[in-house]
């Protein structure tokens, strides 16, 4: 993911230790400066995502990561991002919660990456890949995102996407240089008017207008970005809706199931902001539950029941506190419905 | 007799570096002074289209509207961060932060003292007036021991709530600051060698020296609940006591 993040055209990375995420930061360390770009280790997550702030302000691509309880302390910064609509990219690899909780797998940070951890009314696109190539390709389109809406995007990974190893192969690089000009940007009022970037709206009416722009922009991201994956429900009668890593294990669920003659069939949101909410509401009209599976106490549950809204069963099978379910755990929770 | 205008020097004007957009600070306020007095360095230096201020949270928070050149609002103690980001990405830029004590010695603590760890090489102009002036006149780290705010109505008392933090003290201990001073605006001999002082600062930053502090003891007549004059009397009298001014730090 921090090759991925070179190649998108990263050129300041700022972050701070934490397990299971800090592979990246030492690769980071590492490469960074070969390409010229800048490396800070901050003194706190909170230094970190505030240093993306003004980097992202002065024109660079920017990225930093951590893993659940560092975006706790980033998710202020990130409100200011999203005030001043600034891109800027951020992975989360998920580790178990609340507190310190653990560091292996989990899917406890839906709600805080999907439904705003910070304050105020804003979105976040939220990525979330399933394997390590996939990692790679939604990083790339998380800064592509990110410069596009002016928005930050998170990827939201969890500890064993942190912690795995597959064989991948790197998209070629983009040049820094060849991206579009950001006229928006600090970078000295020389021969134009002063650029102001800003959050601080003091009159009502101007931080409402610049507010209903903003949201307007997010419609935008939900007619035009809304990205999944269906997997063998052309003839389900149950499908199962996962992400992530999760997502990957029902697939062998379903394979399993389909050799015992049950149907069952994936869904798999890609960005799980925007949501799709659209093909789970066209699968509920023709299949009999949908059983939604998380590393959590039921969180995305939430969106699949708001598409569904009483068209199907949505039951809801969750591992928690890093414990991560396996295809049989999957398999003997369809079968209660399959009957 | 007839005034000849060609015949007329100009001794004062408004720096170019400054909008026409009004100061919302309140009368007799010392921080009116240091932006103009940043806004006159700039001029000087000649460094308008490549400066960058970083507003802070607190009464300047909206001071991006009063220079003419680029500026950025930061969350609140978080300046020396989004400097650092800023001043990285682009080293051509000055980039210069205006912290309040709240912001700087307080919430921003961390950011405020690893960014002059770093040696970053930005300006840092941290307004020491004792007390939170934009919330109505809460207890500041810097509030002297029995000054009254709103938050210590008796009086500060360190057995509750410390000492006053001298935050110029810290950083000059550090390895990497270039120039760590403590000024005060109390009479003209003062303001002048604030002047000079932010002036080195800022000539510091474009040699690429490194870090500045410039610690200014301001007044806040508002929430001290004093005449302008009275207040320039305290700092004076009793505030320098406490912080005392002068040059720390002077590598260069």
Known sequence: MAEAGIRAGCRAYFGYPITPQNELLEYMAAHMPKVGGIFIQA??????????????????????????????????????????????????????GPGLGNIAPAQGDYFQATKGGGHGDYRMIVLAPATIPESIELVMLAFELADRYRVPVMVLADGMLGQMMEPVLFPEPVDPAALPAKPWAITGARGRRPNRISSYFLDPAELSARNVKRQRRYQQIEEQEIRYEEHETADATLVVAAYGSVARIARTAVRMARSEGIKLGLLRPITVWPFPYSPLRALSRRVDAILTVEMNAGQMVEDVRLAVAERAETPFYGKLGGLVPTPKDILREVKRYAS | MPVNAKSMVKVFERPKSLTDVQFTYCPGCHHGLVTRIIAHTIDELGLQERTVVVAPVG????????????????????ACAVATGIKRVNPHLIVFTYQGDGDLAAIGTAESIHAANRGENITVVFINNQIYGMTGGQMAPTTLIGQWATSCPTGRDPALAGYPIRFAEIVAQLDAP????????????????????IKKAFQYQVEDKGYSLVEILANCP??????????????????????????LVDRV
């Open chain 2, 222 to 247: 508002t929430n001290w609940r004093m005449s302008p004059v009275e207040t320039n009397r305290r700092l004076a009298d009793e505030v320098v006591k406490s912080y005392p001014l002068g040059d």
């Open chain 2, 59 to 78: 009464c300047s928070v909206s001071m991006y509207e009063w220079f003419h050149f680029d500026g950025i609002q930061a969350s609140h103690g978080r």
């Open chain 1, 43 to 96: 003194e706190s997550e909170v230094a970190a995502i505030n240093m993306c702030y003004g980097a992202s302000a002065a024109g660079a691509r920017t990225m930093t990561s951590s893993s659940s309880p560092g975006i706790s302390l980033k998710m202020e910064g990130i409100s200011y991002l999203a005030g001043a609509d600034l891109p800027t990219v951020l992975i989360n690899v998920v580790r178990g």
């Open chain 2, 178 to 197: 270039v120039y760590v001073t403590r000024q005060s605006l109390y009479d003209q001999k003062r303001i002048m060698a604030t002047k000079r002082a």
